[in-house]
């Protein structure tokens, strides 16, 4: 009960204490690796055109209550040290560009030089200035090339050009081949990172943003794992369906029972998605979960009226009082069974708290109670309905001999 408090506090305080970071606490959660529950990838040509939009982005999520903190893969903040060479210079002292590039990535980067032993991995050796020799500019500077005339002589870097200190992108991030400016935004815990980002791409779209000709947006994070999930659950539903609505044509050998049973089905997610409207949770992924699993559970106690009508002669020809009988037969396992199935997710909808599970709860005991009033109404009206309707066969004509 205090974890989300103290995530609270624990945000506030990274924030004050360590402004120059970006600190996230965040709940211990399930669920597949992410880089950040928000992502937006940005598509195009031009870096500074993605840096751009990239800013714009991140001062849309700053302006959402929700969201923690920013970050984007093209990040201009890195320094970059640009040595303006001298040609001339160079010439004289019979050096190239390449030959000073080369000389430099050497002292500084260093180069590999051998190996050693370590127990039984073999370690590369790098050879290169100490950390004092190259930690600052004014190091750098003092750095010497070597000439490669016949004396060998000491050529101090400042003789041959400037040193300048100038703002780059650190890296240029790649997504299949294109290249891409990466968005990246830290929720807090108890917000739903996809209305977030549904929340935010409305207010782009309402300020009048638009994307340049050769730019596009993706939707990465929670948004594509949702969109992921949903296109899977797409691919199956159908063979799912298929499979039982076959199975209940040859249970009941009529297509229209299997009909009717697959009419309290379709009503039962309706009545699910009814209270989880009642308790103001919004449709997620783990609402269709609970409306995909609900069906299955909905069909028992339907086609268990549906079966003792049936198996009962006097019922099944139609007449109202034994279908009453066969009914009011039925409804203390029917009760006792939808009390004890919904109960079970009382915990999670009283005492879990927060907008991941309890939605799974409520359309699941919803469709349940739903369910229970469909087959002790829906179910043996329909029956009566179509026996009455049902035109009976003749009887046949006595034969005299």
Do not use: C
């Not at 751009?52 to 700053?62: C, F, K, P, V, Y």
């Not at 040609?87 to 050497?106: F, H, I, M, P, V």
């Amino acid at each position: 009960a205090q974890v989300e408090g103290l995530i609270r506090r624990i945000q506030a305080l990274a924030a004050r204490d360590f402004p120059g970071l970006e600190v996230t606490a965040t709940e211990f959660a399930q669920g597949p690796p992410q880089d950040a529950p928000i992502v937006f990838r940005l598509f195009g040509p031009d870096n500074q055109r993605l840096q751009e939009l990239g800013d714009t982005l991140r001062l849309a999520l700053s302006k959402q209550p929700e969201v923690v903190n920013s970050r984007m893969s093209m990040s201009r903040d890195e320094a970059k040290l640009w040595i303006r060479a001298d040609e001339d210079e160079l010439q004289l002292a019979g050096l190239t560009l390449r030959d000073a590039a080369n000389q430099l990535q050497s002292n500084l980067e260093g180069q590999t030089g051998g190996s050693v032993l370590e127990d039984l991995e073999e370690l590369p050796v790098r050879i290169r200035y100490t950390n004092q020799q190259r930690g600052s500019i004014r190091d750098i500077n003092s750095v010497n090339l070597v000439s490669p005339n016949a004396r060998s002589e000491w050529i101090p870097l400042p003789a041959l050009g400037e040193l300048e200190s100038a703002p780059a992108i650190g890296e240029i991030s790649r997504y299949n081949g294109e290249r891409m400016n990466r968005v990246l935004a830290e929720t807090i815990n108890e917000a739903l990172p996809i209305d977030v980002t549904r929340r935010t791409l409305e207010e782009l779209d309402a300020s009048g943003f638009a994307l340049p000709d050769s730019y596009r947006l993706e939707l990465g994070g929670e948004a594509e794992q949702e969109g992921e999930a949903v296109g899977n659950l797409q691919l199956y539903l159908p063979v799912l369906v298929v499979v039982m609505v076959s199975a209940l044509i040859l249970a009941f050998r009529s297509v229209l029972w299997a009909g009717v049973l697959l009419a309290v089905a379709l009503l039962s997610v309706g009545n699910g998605l009814l209270a989880t409207w009642a308790w103001g949770f919004p449709i997620s992924f783990n609402t269709i979960l609970g409306s995909i699993g609900l069906i299955g559970v909905a069909l028992n106690d339907s086609i268990v009226v549906l079966a003792g009508i049936r198996a009962n002669p006097l019922a099944a020809s139609g007449n109202p009082e034994a279908i009453v009988d066969e009914v009011l037969d039925r409804t203390r396992h029917i009760v006792a069974t939808t009390l004890t199935t919904a109960g079970g997710f009382l915990p999670i909808l009283l005492f879990d708290g927060g907008d991941f599970w309890p939605p799974l709860a409520v359309v699941l005991a919803g469709g349940v109670f739903g369910a229970m009033l469909l087959a002790l109404f829906f179910v043996p009206t329909v029956f009566t309905l179509r026996r009455r309707h049902k035109t009976p066969s003749p009887l046949p004509q006595p034969v005299i001999h």
